[in-house]
């Protein structure tokens, strides 16, 4: 079996500290908020600790994904890594993989600037990998949630602060 790999960068014109607090420390409110027209809803099952499931509703205007779960595996403040794995309940992905696991690491890049960093690695059911296109599709599909909350933020900077 072979496992597949996706690696990616993103620079984001926001704070390490505002992206962190608003993406990755489970207060799904401010999430949502900022995700507004891409994500109708998020439930989190747990206590939003290692093992929560978080559900995210997106709206339909985002394309054929219609809900995402992950199980949230590890989150370290300090070092500013998540590490979270995708839980494939039906939907078109479900049987395609055996397993979908991301860790991000957000780190400081400059006055008000930092760069996620971010690999998938995954697992495919058959056994193969998949071609390069549909790597870019996971990897474009994790950093687009990054890109809404910065949009957000750059045009509301003072609502988290």
Not at 82 to 106: A, I, P, R, T, Y
Request: net charge negative.
């Amino acid at each position: 079996m072979a496992v597949g790999s996706v690696t990616l960068e993103c620079p984001v014109a926001v704070s390490v500290e505002l992206l962190w607090k608003v993406v990755f420390t489970g207060d799904v409110s401010i999430f949502t908020k900022a995700c507004v027209g891409m994500i109708d809803a998020v439930e989190v099952d747990g206590d939003g600790g290692p093992g929560s499931v978080t559900t995210m509703k997106l709206n339909p205007a985002v394309g054929d994904a219609k809900v995402f779960k992950t199980r949230l595996l590890s989150r370290d403040a300090g070092a500013r890594v998540v590490k979270s794995e995708m839980v494939f309940e039906g939907g078109e992905l479900d049987g395609q993989f055996k397993s979908q696991v991301s860790e991000v690491k957000v780190v400081q890049a400059g006055e008000g600037v930092c760069v996620v960093h971010m690999t998938v690695e995954y697992e495919r059911v058959d056994g193969a990998l998949l071609p390069p296109e549909d790597e870019a599709k996971i990897g474009q599909g994790y950093l687009s949630l990054i890109k809404k909350v910065e949009e957000y933020l750059v045009a509301n900077p003072n609502e988290f602060a």
